[in-house]
């Protein structure tokens, strides 16, 4: 049985009874909203008005000044909070940037980094040909590099407007998402510190689907790389390959050991480690991967790895 509160109510109480539910509206609003919650963004690429959701933190700082550039440190993985990290978390195929925020979280698990919850456009992939669902390009140069250049503006914009630690900037996603992460990192190499991918290969890492190392261009690069032991969409037979190709990349040791609950690690001999997350479900995203992932990307920093950011 339902009740409506305000019929319930004396007469005379009923306006106080609305306003204090208006108030609460208007406060829950604007904690969405709000720096330390998110916001929904626009910004124009290709003369196409591009959607996303950013989380700030709440001890945003604004982009540094020329002149101080060489005078501020570059990473604030030794206790400097004067400049910010970037996660960029993209949604799978027929998903949405708000629905991310809702399944990923990271804005609350790691409220000290600027999150970005990216929205995409109408895409075909393997369950909609027609492609009318939203996605991301699936290679260099497919749907005129659209979404590359969604990223190239989302880190203009962002680096121009707050403090940026450039050397932090990560990238996760699920299927369509994780393998725009995986393109990403082959597309702007030595741009990432660490990526998470979920539920996909990186395109071209595939035995047998192109000639010659799609890595080979890429500097070696921190990967955990979430897999389902039951997927039926993207075989866990296809994911591994990938795995393999960045543990060969990473200079990483031929055995691994536990990492957290459910995960293992494969050591690297330079820094950049990989590690395995394998659940028992299927095409699924598990929500204690949340927590792992925003560790593991605390333990990286391309300073790790690079003395100099690249040109």
Same mark, same amino acid.
Request: with cysteine; glycine share 8%; net charge positive.
């Given at each position: 049985?339902?009740?409506?509160?305000?019929? =319930?109510?004396?007469?005379? /109480?009923?306006?106080? $009874?609305?306003? &204090?539910?208006?108030?609460?509206? #208007? +406060?829950?609003?604007?904690?969405?909203?709000?720096?330390?919650?998110?916001?929904?963004?626009?910004?124009?690429?290709?003369?196409?008005?591009?959607?996303? =959701?950013?989380?700030?933190?709440?001890?945003?700082?604004?982009?540094?000044?020329?002149?101080?550039?060489?005078?501020?440190?570059?990473?604030?993985?030794?206790? +400097?909070?004067?400049?910010?990290?970037?996660?960029?978390?993209?949604?799978?195929?027929?998903?949405?940037?708000?629905?991310?925020?809702?399944?990923?979280?990271?804005?609350?698990?790691?409220?000290?980094? *600027?999150?970005?919850?990216?929205?995409?456009?109408?895409?075909?992939?393997?369950? +909609?040909?027609?492609?009318?669902?939203?996605?991301?390009?699936?290679?260099?140069?497919?749907? +005129?590099?659209?979404?590359? =250049? $969604?990223?190239?503006? =989302?880190?203009?914009?962002?680096?121009?407007?707050?403090?940026?630690?450039?050397?932090?900037?990560?990238?996760?996603?699920?299927?369509?998402?994780?393998?725009?992460?995986? /393109?990403?990192?082959?597309?702007?190499?030595?741009?990432?510190? #660490? *990526?998470?991918?979920?539920?996909?290969?990186?395109?071209?890492?595939?035995?047998? /689907?192109?000639?010659?190392?799609?890595?080979?261009?890429?500097?070696? &690069?921190?990967?955990?790389?979430?897999?389902?032991?039951?997927?039926?969409?993207?075989?866990?037979?296809?994911?591994?390959?990938?795995?393999?190709?960045?543990?060969?990349?990473?200079?990483?040791?031929?055995?691994?050991?536990?990492?957290?609950?459910?995960?293992? *690690?494969?050591?690297?001999?330079?820094? #950049?480690?990989?590690?395995?997350?394998?659940?028992?479900?299927?095409?699924?995203?598990?929500?204690?991967?949340?927590?792992? *992932?925003?560790? $593991?990307?605390?333990?990286?920093?391309?300073?790790?790895?690079?003395?100099?950011?690249?040109?």
């Amino acid at each position: 049985m339902r009740y409506d509160a305000a019929k =319930l109510l004396p007469p005379c /109480l009923v306006p106080i $009874f609305m306003a &204090l539910v208006v108030i609460d509206t #208007a +406060d829950a609003q604007r904690s969405l909203l709000s720096p330390g919650g998110v916001s929904p963004k626009t910004l124009r690429v290709q003369e196409v008005d591009r959607e996303y =959701l950013l989380a700030l933190p709440k001890n945003l700082h604004p982009a540094r000044r020329t002149d101080q550039a060489d005078s501020l440190p570059p990473s604030n993985t030794n206790g +400097d909070n004067s400049v910010h990290p970037i996660v960029f978390v993209w949604h799978g195929h027929g998903g949405g940037m708000r629905h991310s925020a809702r399944t990923f979280r990271i804005h609350e698990l790691w409220p000290e980094a *600027i999150v970005v919850y990216p929205q995409g456009l109408p895409t075909p992939g393997m369950t +909609d040909p027609a492609g009318k669902k939203s996605g991301w390009q699936k290679f260099d140069g497919d749907q +005129d590099n659209r979404d590359l =250049l $969604f990223f190239d503006a =989302l880190l203009a914009d962002l680096t121009q407007s707050y403090a940026v630690d450039r050397m932090r900037l990560f990238s996760m996603g699920h299927s369509n998402g994780a393998a725009f992460t995986y /393109l990403l990192a082959m597309a702007r190499p030595g741009v990432l510190a #660490a *990526i998470a991918p979920s539920a996909a290969p990186a395109r071209g890492v595939r035995a047998g /689907l192109f000639a010659g190392d799609p890595l080979a261009k890429i500097p070696p &690069l921190p990967v955990m790389h979430i897999v389902g032991k039951d997927d039926k969409v993207v075989p866990r037979s296809w994911q591994i390959p990938t795995i393999d190709a960045f543990r060969k990349k990473n200079e990483c040791s031929s055995d691994s050991k536990p990492w957290e609950s459910g995960c293992v *690690i494969y050591e690297s001999k330079v820094d #950049a480690p990989v590690v395995v997350m394998e659940h028992s479900g299927g095409h699924t995203y598990p929500q204690e991967a949340n927590a792992k *992932i925003v560790q $593991f990307f605390k333990q990286h920093s391309r300073t790790d790895r690079v003395k100099q950011p690249p040109p």
